[in-house]
Structures are given as C-alpha cells and as structure tokens.
C-alpha cells in the first residue's frame, strides 16, 4: 500500500535551518509530484510547493520562495523539504502529500516544528 | 489566492443526526479541462488528514456512504447522513483547480 513516512520532530532556533524528510513506497516514486503543506497552531493549512521526483523540479509558493529548497532522492525513494532563516512563526506541522489531479489521496504523517530561542 | 470559506467553524451535533458543511470559493472551481478539483478531508487529533472526497462528488474507497458531496463552481457542501462517534473531528475543503493550492479554515464536529 502508499505509504509517505516523514522524519521526526524538529526543535530548531530562530535563524536556523531544517530538512524534513519524506519516504515513499508503495509505488514508482517518480511517477507522482510530491507537495508540501504545513499547519500552523490556529492557522488554515498552506502549501509550500512542490516536487516532481522524476526531474527534480520543483515550484515554490511565493512567501516562501529564497527560504525553501525541495529536493529529491530517487535511490530511496525520499523527498526533502529545506526551510532556512526559521522564526517563530515557521512553528508547524509540516506534511508531504502525493498529488495526484488536483488532490491527495495520501499524506505523511506530519512533522512537528518548533521554533524556540 | 482563491479564498476557501467554511461554514460553520463548529458543528455541535447528536449523534445520529444528519450534519452539512458548507465550503466557498472566491473563483470558481472549474478547470479549464472540465474538472472540478475540489476536496473534502477528515482530520482526527493525532492523525493525517484522510481523504473523503475528490472532485466535488468522489466518495474515496472505505468511505462509508453516509458521507456525501455535493455542489458546483463556487458552492459545495459536505453532508454526513447520521453523525457516528468515529465521525467527530475536523473537516475540511481544499481546491486543487487553481495554483497555489488553497484550504478552508477547517470545521469541528463535535458531540453536542
């Protein structure tokens, strides 16, 4: 079955940099754009963007554009999400999900980021 | 931005009873290939969001039919028959006609 497992929680200072992860499996990797969203406490979700694994190309929504760097592994069937310059307000759960005509039908489980000095 | 509008917020209910969510959209829905991707979720606390509904009317597989969707261009709604215990937590829209891809605030059902 499609399964997206992404890394574990994060704790992150102001400034810094994470890299969340995404693993695949249950289908060919390259054959479905993964997309990024995250949830902030008492906030509506976002997309970031996305990744298409067959070519690495990647689209990024335009607040986070120059602080959000999506990448891909084809060997292990992993995506990554990088968000630099973190601030409190990057506080969130951060999902991959497979898109597929306008939806997803599968999510990661969700990464936990919190942003604390 | 397309703007995605829930209605209501909270959704005190008894079980048994039916429910309907209403979702709205700033522009219409409908993509230039004909289709109309929009999306309905569940969220439960602790878990993934899981899928009910694709392209207004969808129902996913494992979706019990008690839960219906329904509408056109920029009106939809989500309706739950009879309110199960397992149906408690929250729902929520999402377009996928236009980029970015945008969500409603999200809706809680909850045992009124």
């Known amino acids: 079955q499609v399964q997206l497992v992404q890394s574990g929680a994060e704790v992150k200072q102001p400034g810094a940099s994470v890299k969340v992860s995404c693993r695949a499996s249950?289908?060919?990797?390259?054959?479905?754009?993964i997309d990024w969203v995250r949830q902030a406490p008492g906030q509506r979700r976002v997309w970031l963007g996305w990744i298409l694994p067959n070519s690495g190309e990647a689209y990024y929504v335009q607040p986070f554009q120059g602080r959000v760097t999506m990448t891909r592994d084809t060997s292990s069937n992993t995506a990554y999400m990088e968000l630099s310059r973190l601030t409190s307000d990057d506080t969130a759960v951060y999902y991959c999900?497979?898109?597929?005509?306008?939806?997803?039908?599968?999510w990661g489980q969700g990464t936990l980021l919190t942003v604390s000095p | 931005d397309v703007v995605m509008t829930q209605s209501p917020l909270s959704l005190p209910v008894t079980l048994g009873q039916p429910a309907s969510i209403s979702c709205r959209s700033s522009q219409s829905l409908v993509h230039s290939d004909g289709g109309t991707y929009l999306n309905w979720f569940q969220q439960r606390p602790g878990q993934s969001p899981r899928r009910l509904i694709y392209?207004?009317?969808n129902r996913d597989s494992g979706v019990p039919d008690r839960f219906g969707g329904s509408g056109s261009g920029t009106d939809f709604t989500l309706k739950i028959s009879r309110v199960e215990a397992e149906d408690l937590g929250i729902y929520f829209c999402m377009q996928g006609t236009h980029w970015p891809y945008t969500f409603g605030q999200g809706t809680k059902l909850e045992i009124k």
């Open positions: 392209e207004v009317s």
């Open positions: 999900a497979r898109d597929f005509m306008g939806s997803y039908a599968h």
């Open positions: 249950g289908y060919t990797f390259t054959d479905y754009r």
